[in-house]
């Protein structure tokens, strides 16, 4: 009948760099309450899983479909996700508010590093550009445009080699 919610924040840093247009996550924070942490290592791991997948979310992974709505990307050879590499170090620190709902006080984690991480992102580009990002993912191709073009619309763009 009621339900527990986690809580946070997220910060990052990017850099782009201005001949190619890469764009490198190279700070990144999260502030989270998932009540009380009853085992740390997974809490940790929850939030840096998530983490990565903002940023896929935010620079890599894109669905992309042809006229008659066929998925066009849906082996790993075609659809682009971040390697390792492409994720930032995650600072992170934990703030352990107890639920009053359930008898461990417990709240949950996994979201706490997937749903603000590609807004986030996002606000960075953003705050680096000075121009509005509307969609997401962005490649360095699409905020070349959207820079370059005051009047552009943010479109995604289909992935190299397939079909709009």
Request: charged residues 20%; glycine residues 10%; aromatic residues 6%.
């Amino acid at each position: 009948m009621r339900s527990t919610f986690a809580s946070g924040a997220h910060a990052a840093v990017v850099e782009i760099d201005p001949t190619t247009w890469e764009i490198d996550v190279v700070d990144y924070a999260v502030v989270h309450d998932c009540g009380n942490i009853i085992n740390p290592m997974i809490v940790e791991g929850q939030v840096h899983g998530g983490v990565a997948q903002g940023v896929g979310g935010a620079l890599y992974e894109r669905m992309a479909y042809d006229g008659d709505g066929q998925l066009q990307n849906a082996s790993f050879m075609d659809f682009l996700m971040p390697y390792a590499s492409e994720v930032p170090d995650v600072v992170i620190d934990h703030q352990e508010t107890p639920s009053p709902l359930n008898p461990l006080g417990l709240k949950g984690a996994g979201e706490a590093g997937v749903i603000p991480g590609t807004a986030c992102i996002a606000s960075a580009i953003e705050d680096a550009v000075g121009r509005r990002i509307a969609a997401m993912p962005i490649s360095p191709t699409e905020l070349y445009d959207l820079v370059r073009n005051p009047d552009a619309e943010r479109v995604p763009a289909a992935p190299t080699g397939v079909p709009a």
